[in-house]
Nanobody, 124 residues
Framework: QAQLIESGGGLVQAGGALRLSCTGS????????MAWFRQAPGKERELLAG????????YYADSVKGRFTISRDNAKNTVYLQMNSLKPEDTAVYYC?????????????????WGQGTQVTVSS
């Protein structure tokens, strides 16, 4: 069973940048479609970005398009989320998720494995 470990969250000022990492433990991530979600207090978990194991495309939510970049380094068994031009409304717990089938689905219930989450706080 794949275990996902996120890191890189923290406190940053508006306009700043952070890079989140998601490392696989127990199974190689190269066989999985990977995604980043976030959940703010009182809100539903939302898909931000995804990349299938084929690497043939990337998906971004409109709210982060042009600011966030998802990438994967199969040699390091790690997926990244580079977040630039951060805004206070980006404050949330960020989760890494994996699924075995190709499509990047927006529904969180379609994902098989989840990390524990990492807090991102953007101050104004």
């Amino acid at each position: 069973q794949a275990q996902l470990i996120e890191s890189g969250g923290g406190l940053v000022q508006a306009g700043g940048a952070l890079r989140l990492s998601c490392t696989g433990s127990g199974r190689t991530l190269r066989s999985y479609t990977m995604a980043w979600f976030r959940q703010a207090p009182g809100k539903e978990r939302e898909l931000l970005a995804g990349i299938p194991w084929t690497g043939t495309y990337t998906y971004y939510a409109d709210s982060v398009k042009g600011r966030f970049t998802i990438s994967r380094d199969n040699a390091k068994n790690t997926v990244y989320l580079q977040m630039n031009s951060l805004k206070p409304e980006d404050t949330a717990v960020y989760y890494c998720a994996a699924k075995s089938s190709v499509p990047v689905n927006t529904r969180s219930s379609d994902y098989d494995y989840w990390g524990q989450g990492t807090q991102v706080t953007v101050s104004s």
